[in-house]
Every structure is written in C-alpha cells, then in structure tokens.
C-alpha cells in the first residue's frame, strides 16, 4: 500500500511540473496606486491554492483538537464513574452451593 501511496504522489508531482513548465508565462496583477506585479503563472496558482488550503487546515485542526479534548473529557467522566460504583457497590453474594438433584 506504501509502494501505491508513493507512485500516486510521484505522480502528481509530475503532473504539477508538466503543468507548470507547460504554462510558464508571466501575468500582470494590478495593484493599488497604479503597481503592475508580473508573476509567473504556476507560483500565482500556488500562492492561490494556498490562500484556499490553509484557512480550511487550519479549521479543520482545530475542530479535531476541541473535539479530542471533549473525548478525553467524557472518557476521564466514564473512568471516574465506573471507579465510583464498584467502590460503593455492596459486593456481590455467592449463590447458594446446589447439589445435583437438589430441588
């Protein structure tokens, strides 16, 4: 499974350096007071990619931390409840030893 997770990723690789030498062209952006910034093609969809990706990441870690944090809560409460019954539950009777055709 490692082998297929590593040829996929060498793959995209591949694909993403074809993809930006194949579109390596300069792109004016218009900035404020008049700037003109000529940035390649490929580090412009990078540097969007990104804008996109890390917000979201970063939402997404945090859920899973708050979440983890409330898991660990309730297991900590379930550990010290169960702690709490079997110490004040009376302990349990042996039944009554039954001989073989006894009624």
């Given amino acids: ?9 060498i793959l995209l690789v591949v694909l993403v350096v074809i993809f930006a030498a194949a579109n390596w062209t ?4 218009k ?3 008049g700037l003109v910034a ?3 093609l490929p580090f412009l969809m990078m540097v969007m990619f990104l ?3 890390v917000p979201t990441l970063l939402y997404h ?5 708050r979440l983890r944090g409330r898991l660990n809560n309730a297991e900590r409460t379930i550990t010290d ?3 709490a019954t079997m110490a004040s539950a ?3 009777a042996d039944p009554l030893p039954t001989t073989p055709g006894a009624v």
Wanted: hydrophobic content about 55%; charged content about 15%.
């Fill in 51 to 53: 804008i996109g990706l």
């Fill in 61 to 65: 870690h945090a859920v899973r931390w």
């Fill in 90 to 92: 009376p302990p349990e």
């Fill in 26 to 29: 300069s792109v004016p952006i």
């Fill in 81 to 83: 409840l169960r702690a």
């Fill in 1 to 9: 499974m490692q082998f297929l997770k590593g040829l996929i990723w």
């Fill in 38 to 40: 000529d940035v390649n």
């Fill in 31 to 33: 900035l404020w007071g």
